[in-house]
């Protein structure tokens, strides 16, 4: 396959509520260097891309507040490669845009869709898995995502059931599932008939223009109004025009759960989807006591489990505390248990809901 021909689209729009109140609306967590690495995990998600897709060939698709904060990170970066969306409309009407976006530019796109707030511990492994793929969908007309080997009986991830066995590596997909309860993630795990859905996607540009056009009509029909424009100075009036009318509907739901053509590749590269301050917690060095302290001065007396971040040079003294998130970031400090991570964002609703976007 012709290199120039493969592109990726970095999704990086998202507001991360559930990392609240390190992630803000003015600065979301895929822009934080959460691992004290001196990287961003936007930077880090270019990155892992180098020699696997040109670097002109990268589209950043984002909310239009944060143009600013990805040329800052990423000044190599053009204008011409962030598309900035006028409204927030979730996963399938910006998968659209980039597809119509990019097949406007080159109707040969071989088309990586990537989030870019996604932890991946073994970097060789991540990219051979890549050019695996990219070179199964030069060769098949399918919708294809990677489905990660789960480790462990997660209750955070949405999960993939593998179908009939195309070869070594791929297969037809069965069925999607929604996050499950732990009993049901352990029969998952058990059954091995089960992946992790990364949502990490490859297509050609036209076979999901097609599949949208044919299973989300009312999505493709904002693009197509705009399709003349694509690739022209006028594309971000008409998608200014067109893009807060679309439906508010994620790929999975709209296309992927939908489709026939729709195959896994399988795939084990150390991967978390970095969404929780508990896969934070799983991914970060512990101390003796098993508690994360991230990048945080902390003096822990009987307390085990925690995660502690605390930004700037504000010191930390705990006794008896156990499994609890503390994360302080400015005007706001959150603790919660961490086994209530998971209505971390309901709390910040209730919050926007007593103070507007004061604290968000």
């Given at each position: 396959?012709?290199?120039s021909?493969?592109y990726?689209?970095?999704?990086?729009?998202?507001?991360?509520s559930?990392?609240?109140?390190y992630?803000?609306?003015?600065?979301?967590?895929?822009?934080i260097?959460?691992?004290?690495?001196?990287?961003?995990?936007?930077q880090?998600t270019?990155e892992?891309?180098?020699?696997v897709?040109?670097?002109?060939?990268?589209?950043?698709?984002?909310?239009?507040?944060?143009?600013?904060?990805?040329?800052?990170q990423?000044?190599?970066?053009?204008?011409?490669?962030?598309?900035?969306?006028?409204a927030?409309?979730?996963?399938?009407?910006?998968?659209?845009?980039?597809?119509?976006h990019?097949?406007?530019?080159?109707?040969k796109?071989?088309i990586?869709?990537?989030p870019?707030?996604?932890?991946?511990l073994r970097?060789?492994?991540f990219?051979?898995?890549?050019?695996?793929?990219?070179?199964?969908?030069?060769?098949?007309?399918?919708?294809?995502t990677f489905?990660?080997?789960?480790?462990?009986?997660?209750?955070?991830?949405?999960?993939?059931q593998?179908?009939e066995?195309?070869d070594?590596?791929?297969?037809?997909v069965?069925t999607?599932?929604?996050?499950p309860?732990?009993?049901?993630?352990k029969?998952?795990?058990?059954?091995?008939e089960?992946?992790w859905n990364?949502g990490?996607?490859?297509?050609k540009?036209?076979?999901?223009?097609?599949?949208?056009g044919?299973?989300?009509p009312?999505?493709?029909?904002?693009?197509e109004?705009?399709?003349?424009?694509?690739?022209?100075?006028e594309?971000?009036?008409?998608?200014?025009?067109?893009?807060?009318?679309?439906?508010?509907?994620?790929i999975d739901y709209?296309v992927?759960e939908?489709a026939?053509?729709?195959?896994?590749?399988?795939?084990?590269?150390?991967w978390t989807?970095l969404?929780?301050?508990?896969?934070?917690?799983?991914?970060?060095p512990?101390?003796?006591?098993?508690?994360v302290t991230?990048?945080s001065?902390?003096?822990?007396f009987?307390?085990?489990d925690?995660?502690?971040?605390?930004?700037?040079?504000?010191?930390?003294?705990?006794?008896?505390?156990?499994?609890y998130?503390?994360?302080?970031a400015?005007?706001?400090?959150?603790?919660?248990?961490r086994?209530?991570?998971?209505?971390?964002?309901n709390?910040?609703?209730?919050?926007?809901?007593?103070?507007?976007?004061?604290?968000?």
């Amino acid at each position: 396959m012709n290199n120039s021909d493969r592109y990726c689209v970095i999704m990086c729009g998202g507001v991360g509520s559930r990392f609240w109140p390190y992630s803000r609306a003015d600065k979301p967590k895929q822009f934080i260097d959460f691992l004290g690495t001196g990287q961003s995990l936007l930077q880090l998600t270019v990155e892992r891309l180098k020699g696997v897709v040109p670097e002109e060939n990268l589209i950043l698709l984002t909310n239009e507040q944060y143009a600013s904060l990805i040329k800052e990170q990423l000044p190599q970066v053009k204008d011409a490669q962030i598309l900035l969306e006028p409204a927030r409309r979730n996963t399938a009407p910006c998968n659209a845009w980039a597809a119509y976006h990019i097949h406007a530019l080159n109707p040969k796109a071989k088309i990586m869709v990537a989030p870019s707030d996604h932890l991946i511990l073994r970097r060789e492994d991540f990219r051979h898995s890549v050019l695996k793929a990219f070179d199964f969908i030069e060769r098949n007309d399918v919708l294809l995502t990677f489905g990660v080997k789960p480790n462990r009986p997660e209750t955070g991830y949405g999960y993939i059931q593998v179908g009939e066995a195309i070869d070594a590596d791929f297969s037809h997909v069965k069925t999607f599932t929604e996050k499950p309860n732990l009993e049901l993630a352990k029969v998952f795990l058990e059954s091995g008939e089960f992946f992790w859905n990364s949502g990490m996607f490859f297509w050609k540009s036209e076979s999901i223009i097609k599949a949208i056009g044919t299973y989300a009509p009312e999505v493709a029909a904002c693009f197509e109004a705009a399709r003349e424009a694509m690739g022209t100075p006028e594309e971000q009036a008409c998608i200014d025009a067109n893009y807060p009318s679309c439906p508010n509907i994620s790929i999975d739901y709209a296309v992927m759960e939908k489709a026939p053509n729709v195959c896994v590749e399988r795939v084990d590269f150390g991967w978390t989807d970095l969404g929780t301050w508990g896969a934070l917690y799983d991914v970060s060095p512990k101390t003796r006591d098993g508690n994360v302290t991230q990048n945080s001065k902390t003096m822990l007396f009987d307390s085990h489990d925690n995660v502690i971040a605390v930004k700037g040079d504000k010191l930390v003294v705990a006794s008896g505390l156990n499994d609890y998130i503390v994360a302080d970031a400015d005007d706001a400090l959150l603790i919660v248990p961490r086994s209530e991570e998971q209505k971390i964002r309901n709390y910040v609703n209730e919050v926007k809901m007593t103070f507007g976007d004061k604290y968000l």
